[in-house]
C-alpha cells in the first residue's frame, strides 16, 4: 500500500507522547484561513511511498523514542488515506510501537464502508490529536469553508470508545479570540470523558511565504498573534491546566 506522503521528520516532541517519527500526508479539503502548510492541500505533490519504506525509516529512530514515543501520522488530512493508515498503523502496533494521528477529522462519517475501516483503524491507534477549529457552526464554515458537524460527530464517537484525545485549539484574533465561543468549546469538551490535554495554539502569520510562493491570497496577512493576556485568558476558560492525564 502507498499513500501520498508530504514529508518525514525524525524527531517530534509536540505531536504525541513522548518523542516522535512524524509523517505527515498530503491532501486536504478544509481551506482553513489560518493553514500554515497550504503546501500540503494537493494530495498530488506528495511522493507516494510504501508502508513498509516509511516503518524502515521510522525503525530506524525507534531508540530516540523513550517509553512513550512513537509514530505520528499528521498532514495534510490523514485520514483522507485511510487505507494506507490502517495498513501502516496494523503493522507499527505488531511491532509494539506506539501510535498517534493528528487529525482535523474532516473526513469523517459513520456510514458506509468508511465507518468500518475507522473502526478497524482505532482498533491499532494509541491516541488522537484533534481540531476545535470552530465551536460555532456558521463560524466554521466561513473559516475553513466546510461544515463542521460531522467533526463533532467524530468527537462524540471517540468519547463512546474512550479513545484518548489531545484537543488543539488556534487562538485567532478577531475568529477564535472570542470569549463567548470559548466558553461555548470549553463547555464541549466537558461533555467528553476522554479528554487528555487541551492546548492553546496562538496563531502566528510565519506562513505568508508560502502562501506567496503558491500565488494563494493569505486573508490573515493584516492580523497579528494573539498577545499573553489572551493567551493566558483562552487557557484559564478552556480549564487547560486541568487535563494533565497526559503527563502520567
Aim: proline content about 3%; aromatic content about 10%.
Amino acid at each position: 500500500m502507498k499513500g501520498y506522503i508530504h514529508q518525514l521528520e525524525s524527531f517530534g516532541c509536540a505531536d504525541g507522547p513522548g518523542s516522535r517519527f512524524i509523517v505527515f500526508t498530503s491532501g486536504c479539503r478544509l481551506r482553513c484561513k489560518y493553514c500554515h502548510n497550504p503546501d500540503t492541500w494537493d494530495m498530488g505533490r506528495g511522493r507516494q511511498m510504501e508502508t513498509d519504506e516509511i516503518l524502515k525509516e521510522a525503525v530506524a529512530c525507534r531508540s530516540y523514542w523513550g517509553k512513550k514515543g512513537g509514530i505520528t501520522v499528521s498532514g495534510g488530512e490523514p485520514l483522507l488515506q485511510i487505507d494506507f493508515l490502517v495498513e501502516l498503523f496494523e503493522k507499527a502496533k505488531a511491532q509494539g510501537i506506539n501510535t498517534c494521528i493528528d487529525t482535523a477529522g474532516e473526513p469523517f462519517t459513520r456510514e458506509g464502508e468508511w465507518f468500518e475501516k475507522f473502526r478497524r483503524l482505532m482498533d491499532v491507534t494509541d491516541i488522537l490529536l484533534v481540531d476545535i477549529k470552530h465551536i460555532d457552526e456558521d463560524e466554521h464554515v466561513k473559516l475553513t469553508g466546510r461544515t463542521g458537524k460531522n467533526i463533532v460527530e467524530m468527537f462524540r464517537y471517540l468519547d463512546e470508545i474512550k479513545k484518548p484525545i489531545w484537543i488543539r485549539h488556534v487562538l485567532v484574533p478577531g475568529i477564535t479570540d472570542n470569549d463567548a465561543f470559548l466558553e461555548k468549546t470549553r463547555d464541549f469538551i466537558r461533555t467528553l470523558s476522554n479528554v487528555q490535554r487541551v492546548e492553546i495554539l496562538p496563531y502566528h502569520g510565519l506562513a505568508a511565504t508560502k502562501y506567496k510562493e503558491l500565488g494563494i491570497d493569505y486573508v490573515l496577512k493584516d492580523t497579528e498573534s494573539p498577545t499573553e493576556e489572551r493567551v493566558e485568558n483562552a487557557r484559564r476558560i478552556l480549564e487547560c491546566e486541568k487535563y494533565d492525564g497526559w503527563k502520567k
